[in-house]
């Protein structure tokens, strides 16, 4: 009889098991390798690091485009002729994609922290390539149609890049301990330099970006302008239904300064609230006439506009999610709401001594107002009886005559001009886009010129508070209701305390990055076992050594004792580990 002493002891290790079972499906022992990963595994770790990247920029794209998630869904009505939230299925495969590719991050950080061989199961493989495919046709869609909304990410980054770049800096130290034990346990002198130059030249990029870090934000809070006046853009749509006068009045009770509606006029040259080119999104006009419901809304005369409900589909689409917030009450004073005239809008306007700006739709040529459309327009603000003072006019379209006829009205301009250029055609307002006008432009047309800037769209706090800081006089948007919450900018640092915390984040970041790197190179010199087995004869590595073992333990299965999934089950390969194999 023939008894074979055991080479090695090995203990249970489940959560080694659990890591490489996960990414690699190699639930046992003997499936893992300590080896170096091969070149193919190598460029399926780079695809899953560019595919987390791209994920990580796309995930933060639509967080913040979080703003303009109306227009978005009103740009999908356009093509499609049906309202839904198309931000739902975006949101929640965006979500799904990330929170998988970051999983298979993380699991393939500790397979580098822990010296195995990288080796991503197939099904991953199908997976991440998915995921890539997707986010990568999804940038491109977005790139053509939706073109504009990148300009969200550098804006964005003025309120949270501060934060964004603790993070990051967190995020990066941290990484240091995988670093450093690649490092101690390398043989190879060259591969050790290379690491560590290029985690240092990351490290010193990081320490280095709040030159690069610029928010209107970071400022002396007593040169801090006054809050910007909130503008009720279509009154408040997202808690009641747009363009009608129960929008404007809870407009109103949200403290809003002014409001901003979309105009067009009927064929019996009545100016009325319309933001869409046809009725069918806002009316009923499906139910009263079929026959119609795909005609301009400027082809209706003004007693048949009186006829259809413009409150019903609020209720039914719910585009904002916010009818289960309604009362009883509410719910009946939406369900009876009618198209909105220009007039009466004025009236309101009038009594609560709140300014007006309408953007103004020509009506098609063959519309019998198609040559009186801006004369329709001044006849309506002058029955209205509201102080020319209070409206503002943006049509270009005869703006000297217009003057000439209403002196008083505020000349507002939808064009982005340079302020001289306004100043010399007697414009006094300048209505854009919150991303076609800069901090430096804001700031300068505020203090070196007599232009009033209002921007649109805005609903988030963050937004808001970047253009508070930066001095905007006012702005357009479809939330109130939340801006009416924000007494403050969200945060505000003075530049003094700012780079304390930056210098201070970078020096603790630098003492914990050298303590890694000495602790784990006196950890592998105190403890590595290659120390009791290398000799001066001897110049393989114990890796090799272990292969060998390994060898020699499957040469014994194979003489006699049973397949290696025999020998290394959870129980077997325990058993004879630490007794010996025998027949």
């Known amino acids: 009889m023939v008894k074979h002493q055991p080479l090695q002891v090995y203990e249970r290790q489940l959560c080694l098991s659990c890591i490489t079972g996960i990414y690699g499906c ?31 920029v796309w995930f933060y794209f639509w967080w913040e485009a979080h703003n303009d998630y109306n227009e978005f869904n009103w740009f999908l009505y356009n093509r499609s002729g049906e309202w839904s939230d198309g931000t739902v299925p975006i949101l929640a495969t965006t979500a799904a994609g990330f929170t998988y590719v970051a999983f ?33 046709a999804g940038v491109i869609s977005v790139n053509q149609t939706w073109g504009q909304e990148w300009d969200v990410v550098p804006i964005s980054l003025q309120a949270t890049g501060p934060f964004l770049h603790v993070g990051a800096l967190a995020a990066v130290t941290a990484l240091s301990w995988i670093v450093a034990g690649q490092v101690a346990r390398s043989e190879k002198t060259m591969f050790q330099v290379v690491v560590v130059l290029l985690y240092l030249s990351l490290l010193l990029g990081l320490y280095m970006v ?32 747009e363009n ?13 300064t002014g409001f901003e509606a979309d105009v067009s006029i009927s064929v019996d040259g009545v100016p009325f609230l319309m933001h869409d080119h046809n009725l069918r999104r806002t009316t009923d006009v499906d139910k009263v006439f079929p026959d119609r419901r795909m005609e301009d809304a400027s082809s209706f005369n003004w007693t048949d506009l009186q006829q259809l409900n413009a409150g019903r589909w609020f209720l039914k689409e719910d585009p904002f ?3 289960r917030t309604l009362s009883p009450r509410e719910k009946d004073l939406i369900a009876n709401q009618s198209v909105c005239s220009l007039e009466q809008l004025l009236k309101l306007a009038s009594y609560h001594n709140s300014t007006v700006v309408f953007r103004l739709r020509r009506p098609p040529p063959e519309h019998p107002c198609y040559h009186s459309w801006i004369n329709d327009t001044l006849h309506a603000v002058q029955q209205s009886g509201v102080p020319q003072g209070l409206v503002m006019w943006t049509p270009d379209d005869h703006r000297a005559q217009v003057r000439q006829w209403a002196p008083g009205l505020i000349q507002t301009s939808a064009e982005k001009r340079s302020p001289q250029s ?58 109130s209701h939340i801006l009416n919450k924000v007494p403050n900018p969200i945060w505000l640092m003075r530049p003094d305390e700012y780079c304390l915390m930056w210098v201070s984040m970078d020096l603790i970041s630098f003492a914990v990055v050298i303590g890694i790197f000495i602790f784990q190179n006196y950890h592998m010199i105190r403890y590595n076992p290659e120390q009791n ?7 393989r590595s114990s890796r090799d050594l272990n292969v060998m073992k390994e060898k020699l333990i499957f040469s014994e299965v194979g003489n006699g004792v049973g397949g290696a999934d025999e020998l290394y089950g959870d129980n077997g390969y325990d058993y004879y580990a630490n007794h010996g194999i025998g027949p």
Not at 212 to 241: E, F, N, W, Y
Request: aromatic content about 10%; glycine content about 4%.
């Open 26 to 56: 190699r639930w046992k022992r003997y499936q893992r390798s300590h080896d170096d990963t091969t070149k193919w595994e190598l460029l399926w770790s780079f695809i899953l690091l560019f595919t987390f990247c791209l994920l990580l």
């Open 104 to 136: 298979l991050m993380v699991l393939a950080l500790c397979h580098v922290a822990l010296g195995q061989q990288l080796n991503l199961h197939w099904l991953h493989k199908i997976g991440v390539t998915a995921a890539l495919l997707t986010t990568t």
């Open 210 to 241: 709040p030159l690069c870090i610029t928010s209107p934000c970071i400022m002396d809070p007593s040169t801090l302008k006054q809050r910007p006046d909130v503008i009720g853009h279509r009154g408040a749509p997202m808690i009641a239904p």
């Open 244 to 256: 009608t006068m129960w929008s404007f009045q809870r407009a109103l009770q949200m403290n809003v």
């Open 321 to 323: 999610w916010m009818v």
């Open 422 to 479: 306004l100043q010399q055609h007697g414009i006094s307002r300048l209505l854009l886009r919150y991303n076609q006008a800069s901090t430096q432009e804001i700031r300068y047309t505020h203090t070196h010129s007599n232009i009033t800037l209002t921007l649109y769209t805005i609903n988030e706090p963050w937004l808001y508070s970047v253009l508070w800081c930066s001095g905007v006089s006012s702005v357009s948007s479809e939330a």
């Open 533 to 539: 087995m290398v000799s001066a004869a001897v110049t």
